[in-house]
């Protein structure tokens, strides 16, 4: 990423930045399908476990590698302001960062597993499956938050194809171990939904081993010098970390875990409208990836122009982004339309289910649009290092208007399971509308703020 772009030239720099993002987010999305889909083939019983320990761990996985995403706008800036020299430094502590808050993960997680298995009155195999599944996986915690600021690093400088073969290469790793310890394949013993657990902690090691040879072998990472130099624990460049991760890692987790509330408040429903709801809801986050990888693309190049104080191109940039995934959006929204029934028909061939299913797809359409506004936004936020406000919007939008609402539609209404769809999108919509507004405001007042300086 040099200098400033004709328009031609932003499209192209910015899908060359997207693309591989993309395909590393579906990539990991794979991962994660992979592990459901084969424990449900060992039994009802694993694939309940995995569900279960799978819904406990992934809000807290994601909040917290939230955190440590600091590190991607933080590189970025630097790398455009010409700071190189800096970026050692902050990688490093965020690396020692990183490992304090898995540590931190797997005290806690060890103190409250068991309270919190026991509160949720889960059948006692279920129960076994799904606290063996969260103590495998654990083997992995400190490895993947390592890959995570890693990751950034590497993606900050706008080398996100890197990371896309890294993420390819390991997803055959996760297949096989899985094949291998679910089943007991190749003399392996026979683990079931456990196994999901160990073949996705191993996986986190064989990651973050290729990416430590990767940024210790491969230009340009080598000339960084990440671990040419000891750098000491500094408690300020930690605070530094936690000013611009904490509300990051927030708004990530207040997203993510608004969707496990509602699975929570939609189990008093038959089983048949649950399984429609999460049919429905899997595609929908399946789709999603498509939003939050132009997200993670607008914080690389916004990020880079701010550091380089080109608010102008950033700007460009901005609604670049917002304006294909509001495109991209559009393309899926009329394609449910008309392959509704056959969507349906990838995950159930029950006929109430399916046409259960099809009627929340078309819910699923209205977050399409908001997503493809909201998420863009809050990459380009963070990009603008602007994080504070994100975090307060996804607090109110989701937990204070978007979960009441949807509560109130679905017990005092006939809209029933469908009123927590409806509340989700609200919010979803109000927090789009909140974002917008911020992101002009900021853009303004920093180019005015430039211009005023340059006089």
Not at 320 to 331: F, H, S
Not at 384 to 395: C, E, G, R
Request: hydrophobic content about 55%.
């Amino acid at each position: 990423m040099n200098e400033t772009y004709s328009l031609k030239e932003k499209w192209r720099q910015f899908l060359a930045v997207l693309l591989p993002i993309l395909i590393s987010q579906l990539a990991l999305f794979s991962m994660t399908f992979a592990d459901t889909i084969m424990s449900g083939h060992a039994s009802p019983t694993d694939l309940a476990g995995v569900a279960i320990g799978a819904s406990l761990w992934t809000p807290v996985q994601a909040g917290l590698t939230g955190i440590l995403m600091a590190v991607m706008p933080m590189v970025a800036q630097m790398v455009g302001a010409g700071k190189q020299d800096q970026v050692s430094y902050t990688v490093m502590q965020a690396l020692y960062l990183s490992v304090g808050i898995a540590v931190g993960v797997i005290i806690v997680g060890g103190l409250v597993l068991d309270p919190i298995l026991n509160w949720m009155q889960l059948e006692p195999e279920v129960r076994t499956i799904a606290r063996g599944f969260l103590h495998a996986i654990a083997i992995g915690i400190i490895p993947m938050f390592l890959y995570t600021v890693l990751r950034c690093f590497i993606d900050a400088l706008g080398q996100t194809r890197v990371t896309m073969f890294i993420t390819l290469l390991s997803l055959p790793i996760n297949v096989l171990l899985n094949y291998a310890l679910i089943f007991g394949n190749f003399g392996l013993p026979r683990l079931g939904g456990i196994g999901a657990g160990l073949a996705s902690g191993i996986t986190y090691w064989c990651i973050l081993l290729i990416t430590l040879f990767v940024v210790n072998r491969v230009h340009p990472f080598i000339e960084f010098g990440l671990f040419s130099k000891f750098h000491r624990i500094s408690m300020k460049a930690w605070k530094e970390l936690l000013k611009l991760g904490l509300p990051i890692g927030f708004s990530i987790f207040c997203e993510v875990s608004i969707f496990a509330a509602v699975t929570l408040f939609m189990s008093e429903y038959s089983t048949i409208t649950i399984a429609a709801h999460q049919a429905a809801m899997n595609f929908a986050s399946f789709l999603y990836m498509v939003p939050l990888s132009i997200s993670m693309a607008l914080t690389i190049v916004v990020g880079f122009e701010v550091g380089a104080k080109r608010f102008r191109d950033a700007k460009q940039y901005s609604y670049l982004g917002i304006g294909i995934a509001l495109g991209i959006a559009l393309l899926f929204g009329i394609s449910l339309l008309m392959f509704s029934k056959q969507v349906a028909g990838f995950y159930t061939t029950d006929i109430e289910v399916l046409e259960l299913a099809q009627h929340f797809l078309m819910y699923s359409i209205l977050f399409l649009i908001s997503d493809a506004v909201a998420a863009p936004i809050q990459g380009v936020l963070r990009g603008y290092k602007d994080v504070t406000v994100t975090f307060i919007v996804a607090l109110i939008s989701y937990w204070v208007i978007g979960l009441p609402l949807g509560y109130i539609l679905a017990k005092f209404t006939s809209l029933a399971a469908f009123g927590y769809w409806i509340g989700l999108i609200t919010g979803l919509a109000a927090g789009a509308i909140f974002l917008f507004g911020r992101l002009l405001s900021l853009q303004k007042r920093m180019i005015r703020s430039h211009s005023l300086g340059n006089r």
